[in-house]
């Protein structure tokens, strides 16, 4: 067909080589750069299918987050900002790992089982990180497009929050905000400006595109927030040594921070779609505020204002299994919030948070966003406007929709949940180590393990338990029976080709002790 010319010519200049096969996992396709390029143009093909039969523009993002900066990777966004369902995550896997000669039926056999129209036009959004692989690989995605005739928007170096938001922004004709950079500064700064007072705050950018775009944003936000950037340079390399995902695992502060004794400190990780707080005490002892503590900040401040404000709202916190035993213990009995477990993966956390009223998802290492119901924000947009709403309920109804304006609702977003928590502490009149003292963590360590399939351990219960391989389940029972308060479990990672081992008990020393036990059981 002579539709298909083009991509039959174009797919010679980025072929595959043969017998890779790479898996669309928990955040996309993601691993070495060197791998990526055919994945990228046939990505550039689906993206504009997915366009053709949802009559939406679908976002290209290209980056691996935390991975390190010789990785990159690529993942779709949805009309609304979400991630692809699975559905098409299998055609992306499909398409990805067909050999070069099969690539133009596998690409009609997903527009005959999706009855596309292919006559309809295809809008796409693309954007990268900062890392160096990037513009050959956005490239090959501009390539794969227009071989299909989509048309496309290029927006360069972007947070993968910022594309998310532009992507809802066309979607939804402007209502939520106008699909440029500077749309989205204005957005989040204009919610911001109304809440909060000045402050100093130290941002360790991981070498990464957050830290440029923190430097953009900064006239908007006129000194309320005065950033005080580290590991804010092109020449630095990303994520090493820095940023929030090293952070969180190796519970200490990144290299190349200047930190006074308490100052309030966060790390965004490699595409700034994740945020943790710290900070050390005159002891010189490290503290993280990880994305529990950022849940349980959020979710309180939102339940007091919901009864100041007189509405009848059900809030509820969405975690994994990573969540600290602490946070859920305070969530569930102390502000008798709804707590929900899923498993890893801001896909399913997003999922199940749109099941609430309002639902405040966060994973533990920082990635996470609050979702209002369409119900929940008409309530707040009526009484904000209602004449006999009394001067308390004025108050609070006002700052319920504020946080409205200043959440990245598309998905979880450093600079937004940065300005969010900001805002939170502001009014709350709390300091950093206020707010670390909400729940005191229980002592926990991850670790990963490498073995020679890890696809040998399926898991079920959100992923809290093995089902396989035999026995591994009842040696972690017997293991987690031995201490108080103690919990752990074993996935396959969807990023990384490793295992990840998770251990949490009463005592630093129980906690080590769990982990060389279990370093036994897989050596
Ligand atoms: P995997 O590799 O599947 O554990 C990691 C994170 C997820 C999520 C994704 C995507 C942990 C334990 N896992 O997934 O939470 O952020 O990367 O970036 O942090
Ligand atoms: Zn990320």
């Known amino acids: 067909m002579a539709q298909f010319e083009e991509v039959s010519q174009k797919s010679k200049l980025h072929p595959k080589p043969e017998g890779l096969a790479l898996q669309y996992g928990t955040a996309g396709f993601r691993t070495d750069a060197k791998h990526l390029d055919h994945i990228m143009f046939r990505m550039g093909l689906l993206a504009t299918l997915r366009s053709k039969k949802t009559k939406s523009t679908i976002g290209v993002m290209v980056t691996a987050s935390h991975n390190p900066e ?44 999706e009855d596309i129209d292919m006559s309809e036009p295809a809008s796409i959004y693309v954007g990268k990180d900062t890392r160096p692989s990037g513009a050959s690989l956005s490239r090959a995605v501009l390539d794969g497009v227009s071989s299909l005739g989509g048309k496309t928007h290029d927006y360069g170096l972007v947070t993968t929050p910022q594309l998310h938001y532009m992507v809802c922004c066309c979607n939804t004709h402007g209502c939520y905000g106008s699909p440029t950079v500077e749309g989205y500064y204005q957005k989040l700064s204009q919610a911001f400006l109304q809440l909060t007072q000045n402050k100093r705050l130290l941002v360790d950018g991981a070498n990464g595109i957050g830290a440029l775009k923190m430097r953009e944003m900064e006239p908007f936000l006129r000194s309320k927030l005065q950033v005080v950037l580290s590991n804010d340079s092109s020449s630095g390399k990303l994520n090493h040594m820095c940023g929030a995902d090293y952070v969180k695992v190796q519970q200490k502060a990144p290299q190349g921070m200047n930190m006074g004794v308490g100052e309030c400190c966060c790390s965004f990780d490699g595409d700034a779609d994740r945020i943790v707080y710290y900070y050390t005490d005159s002891k010189g002892c490290f503290h993280l505020l990880d994305g529990d503590k950022i849940a349980t900040l959020i979710s309180t401040y939102l339940k007091e204002l919901l009864t100041q404000a007189g509405l009848n709202l059900q809030i509820a916190v969405v975690q994994t299994a990573y969540a600290n035993g602490s946070s859920t213990r305070y969530l569930e009995d102390v502000m008798k919030v709804a707590v929900c477990c899923t498993k890893t993966g801001v896909k399913h956390l997003h999922h199940a ?42 108050r609070a109804v006002k700052l319920l929709e504020s946080t409205i304006n200043l959440i990245n609702q598309t998905v979880g977003d450093a600079i937004s949940d940065m300005l969010v928590i900001e805002t939170v502490l502001a009014i709350r009149g709390m300091s950093v180590q206020d707010w670390h003292a909400i729940y005191t963590d229980l002592p926990n360590r991850q670790l990963k393990v490498t073995v020679s399939d890890r696809r040998v351990i399926d898991t079920t ?31 396959p990672s969807g990023t990384e080709d490793v295992v990840r081992v998770y251990a949490e008990a009463d005592t630093q020393v129980h906690m080590i002790i769990m982990l060389i036990i279990y370093l036994n059981i897989f050596n």
């Open 461 to 491: 219960d959100a992923e809290r338990r093995a089902v396989t391989p035999e026995g591994l389940q009842d040696a972690i029972d017997s293991l987690v029976k031995k201490y108080k308060t103690a919990r752990s479990f074993v996935r």
């Open 353 to 394: 948070a749109q099941e609430y009223d309002i639902g405040v998802y966060f994973e533990a290492n920082g990635h996470g966003t609050v979702l209002f119901s369409k119900a929940a924000q008409k309530q707040i947009q009526e009484l904000v406007k209602d004449p006999n709403t009394n001067d308390e309920r004025k």
């Open 70 to 113: 010789e990785d990159n990777g690529v993942k779709l966004i949805d009309p609304m900002g979400e991630m692809v369902t699975a559905v098409w995550e299998g055609y992306a896997t499909q398409l990805a790992n067909t050999e070069q000669d099969s690539l133009l039926k596998e690409l009609k056999d997903i527009i005959e089982k």
